[in-house]
């Protein structure tokens, strides 16, 4: 089931949307958003809007003024192109795992449920979670653990895991937590949802994925186009950051022949928007959601 997306409401009414402009939800999910963005837009107004994850297709609706693209975001300029825009003047992206990918048990997001370990956006496609704990080093499994999950014990964890696959391979959630519990550190809940986190980050190479993504909307957006980014983590939280201080998800200062500094957004947002304690209450998922807005500076 997809539930109301994160911020919704703001999260639209930051694109300061013109009827007839172009706009992208990078993220369609259960389609709120876009339901949002297309009750503001004109019959000459156009949404494209992109999700990989086949679940996804029962969501879209005919609308003539909606294109939608089954296909990762970090594709977004090729698929632009394809139909037609070079650039256009606003860009959305909820970065969140979809109530639906959550609690279905088959997709293998969740530690609450047993199921296969996949992990998969797109579950056609790439290595599941089960295949990266099977075969990765032990030495890829620490850097995994440590950089996207922060795991304080990644190494002892790895370990374990290695020591683990030698006996049963991993194929569901419920063997993998039988081999991480007696490793939890602090609170059960955070310390597995830290492995999870670390482990969907891999499976579907989120970062590079965001990176590409966040490059390409600098260029696709027209002047004083809006790029509006929800994310989850301070992984993604920093990318997003960067882009707007900087124009690129490191954080890089670049500078012309003069010394004059590239800033590319005026950034809208100085301080990230946060849901309420209502909308925590209705969606614990929002507990981490931050949103941040920038708008397209003249070159």
């Known amino acids: 089931m997809y539930h109301e997306p994160v911020l919704a409401n703001i999260s639209v009414e930051a694109l300061e949307i013109n009827p007839d402009g172009v706009y992208v939800d990078a993220t369609f999910g259960g389609g709120g958003h876009a339901k949002r963005i297309l009750n503001k837009l004109s019959d000459k107004g156009r949404l494209i809007a992109f999700d990989q994850d086949p679940d996804v ?10 294109i939608f693209v089954p296909h990762n975001f970090r594709y977004i300029r090729r698929f632009l192109k394809l139909n037609g825009y ?41 290595k599941s979670a089960a295949d990266i704990l099977n075969t990765y080093t032990e030495e890829q499994l620490v850097s995994l653990l440590s950089e996207w999950g922060e795991v304080r014990n990644a190494k002892s964890l790895a370990s374990a895991l290695i020591e683990a696959r030698k006996v049963n391979p991993f194929k569901d959630i419920q063997g993998f937590l039988n081999v991480v519990n007696p490793w939890v550190r602090g609170e059960r809940p955070r310390y597995l949802a830290q492995v999870f986190q670390a482990l969907r980050i891999e499976v579907n190479e989120e970062m590079l994925v965001l990176a590409d993504f966040l490059k390409q909307s600098v260029d696709l957006l027209n002047d004083d186009g809006l790029l509006v980014v929800i994310s989850y983590h301070s992984l993604e939280d920093r990318m997003a950051k960067n882009t707007l201080r900087y124009g690129n998800p490191e954080g890089t200062l670049q500078q012309d022949f003069y010394g004059n500094i590239y800033r590319p957004f005026n950034i809208l947002t100085k301080k990230a928007i946060t849901p309420d304690a209502e909308e925590i209450k209705n969606n614990s998922r929002a507990r981490s959601a931050k949103l941040r807005v920038g708008r397209k500076l003249p070159v």
């Open 86 to 126: 070079l650039k256009v003047d606003g860009i959305l992206a909820d970065l969140g795992v979809s109530s639906y990918q959550f609690d279905t048990e088959s997709r293998g997001f969740s530690f609450r449920l047993d199921g296969a370990l996949d992990m998969r956006m797109n579950p056609t496609t790439g």
């Open 57 to 66: 297709i029962g969501n879209v609706t005919h609308d003539e003024r909606l």
